[in-house]
């Protein structure tokens, strides 16, 4: 039995949690905390990068605390993050320009169309496997060196650092002395090549943005470097070890490490993901081919992913936006008031549509309301969505594989909700599984950092560790489900195009 603890920083899109796993891989300390949400015009979302650095050592602070385990007992730290979010930063000071533009940012739907009018997307589809899209960071860190007077000459001297979350984590960590990324966040820039394993320079020239400022491309298994100890804590260095974008952590986590093997992490937005073994799988459905981790020297692995843009956040909404809710575990009592959804759906299209529909005009839409509409018809149509948006992705990735999908592993915060992962179960006709930690997108960093320090002998032992919690079987008649996903379908197709004119 190894002795000590494995720290994982999983910062997501509107807070950061903190989780220590024991050797067990049982979590022994927790700590979260939500940071600001910056909206400065329609369509735009930014971020505060030092308060998203801030908040991350506050909260392993808490943690460290509230479990009683000393900083000295760490034995590695791993990090997954918010993909595709912008980072710029001066090299020397570590101070950001500007704000962080998160993934959700769709300032640059424009620049997108050009380059897709240019007849550009398949090119850059068959480098990346990604479609053009604002969702990626390529654009948004182009929009950024453009606006900002100077900052591409900058960039140019080497003065400039550019990276998603965890670069910038580790960046800041490190005391300033390490600028790397992994493939599986390098794979979500559309600066990439998946196949050769490098930044693409016709990309890059494409976009007029510097190689300079580039971070270097590591495993996601692997020794990156040390915390500084006059930041973390004044302890030992310890080792950073470990990183995966959220999404491909969360399939680790859920131990499909083999073809075929899918799950789904409800956050802020939803993401499902397939592995595809050593082999990017190309798509013909418009989902995303994406790198799913490099573990040591061993090959990289793949995974077919759609990515929904809005799932969690349609609930944060009805709080935070409405006011309908004073938390998210209201809606659950609220949905279960209503026999069924009484004919309301609600298109979260709040920063457009992702896969399979990739619309950043798209906007959101509730439909079907009467006089007796209420709380409860709002509440059951945003869990609602979360699965039929599921359901269409999962519909176009089986096409994709040809493989029939025998069940989904599910994951995130949205997993307590029963009536959500019953109607999931229910609209896809296949068994829902949750795993008894939930905390999967965290766990797959802790993981990955563990089998970086030896902590973990290999993935056979880590898969020995997943274990079912509840496993949710369809229940509701075929033709009763494909009716309520058809009028779904149909209530989406009102919700695509809508902002295409706007100034």
């Known amino acids: 039995m190894q002795d000590g603890y494995i720290l994982a920083i999983d910062q997501g899109t509107t807070g950061t949690t903190v989780l220590l796993f024991d050797h067990a891989g049982q979590p ?38 509230s479990s009683g385990i000393a900083a000295d007992a760490v034995r590695a730290i791993g990090i997954t993050n918010q993909r595709e979010t912008v980072v710029v930063w001066e090299r020397t000071s570590g101070r950001p320009v500007g704000r962080a533009i998160c993934w959700q940012d ?39 060196l453009d606006a900002t007077p100077g900052l591409r000459q900058r960039a140019e001297r080497g003065e400039i650092c550019f990276g998603t979350i965890d670069s910038w984590l580790v960046f800041r960590l490190s005391g300033n002395r390490v600028h790397i990324t992994d493939y599986s966040n ?5 600066l990439f090549n998946i196949h050769e394993l490098r930044w693409d320079p016709d990309l890059l020239a494409l976009l007029d943005i510097p190689a300079a400022m580039l971070p270097t491309v590591r495993p996601s298994a692997a020794i990156y470097g040390e915390t500084d100890p006059q930041l973390f804590f004044g302890t030992r260095p310890i080792p950073l070890a470990g990183i995966a974008g959220d999404q ?35 798509s013909r459905e418009r989902l995303l081919t994406t790198i799913a981790w490099r573990i040591g020297d061993e090959p990289v692995e793949y995974a077919l992913e759609g990515a929904i843009f809005i799932t969690g956040a349609a609930v944060q909404w009805l709080r935070d936006g409405l006011g309908i809710i004073a938390q998210a575990a209201e809606t659950e009592d609220l949905a279960r008031a209503l026999p069924d959804n ?12 992702g ?35 599921t359901r269409d992705v999962i519909e176009a990735m089986q096409r994709d594989s040809g493989i029939a999908l025998a069940d989904l592993r599910c994951d995130g915060g949205a997993v307590v909700n029963g009536l959500l992962m019953q109607f999931q179960s229910d609209l896809l006709g296949v068994p829902v599984e949750v795993p008894s930690i939930t905390d999967t997108t965290a766990l797959g960093a802790a993981y ?42 149909r209530a989406v197709q009102l919700a695509q195009g809508w902002a295409r004119d706007d100034d």
Not at 186 to 190: H, I, Q, Y
Not at 358 to 385: C, K, N, Q, V
């Open 248 to 282: 491909q952590a969360a399939l680790f986590g859920q131990a499909c490490h083999h073809p075929g093997m899918a799950k789904n992490t409800y956050g802020t937005g939803s993401f499902v993901l397939m592995h595809t073994g050593t082999e990017a799988v190309s």
């Open 106 to 144: 769709r300032r640059t739907a424009g620049a997108c169309d050009a380059l897709k009018a240019q007849g550009l997307e398949p090119m850059i589809q068959a480098r990346t496997g990604l479609v053009i899209d604002p969702y990626f960071s390529a654009t948004k860190l182009k929009w950024l």
């Open 355 to 389: 896969a399979p529909y990739w619309d950043p005009y798209a906007r959101g839409l509730l439909i079907g309301l009467t006089r007796g509409s209420g709380r409860a018809h709002l509440a059951r149509a945003a869990l609602e969505s979360m699965a039929y948006q």
């Open 448 to 489: 990955l950092a563990g089998l970086a320090v030896g902590f973990w002998r290999d993935r056979a032992e880590l898969a020995e560790k997943w274990a079912l919690d509840v496993r949710y079987r369809p229940r509701l008649e075929p033709a009763r489900r494909e009716r309520l996903f058809a009028r779904w379908r």
């Open 28 to 65: 022994r300390g927790r700590a979260a905390r939500e940071f600001t949400q910056y909206f400065p015009r329609p369509g735009w979302v930014e971020h505060d990068a030092e308060e998203v650095l801030a908040t991350t050592l506050r909260v392993i602070g808490e943690a460290l605390r």
């Open 186 to 190: 390098a794979s979500r820039t559309l």
């Open 342 to 353: 009484e004919g309301v759906y609600f298109v979260p299209a709040l920063v457009g549509l």
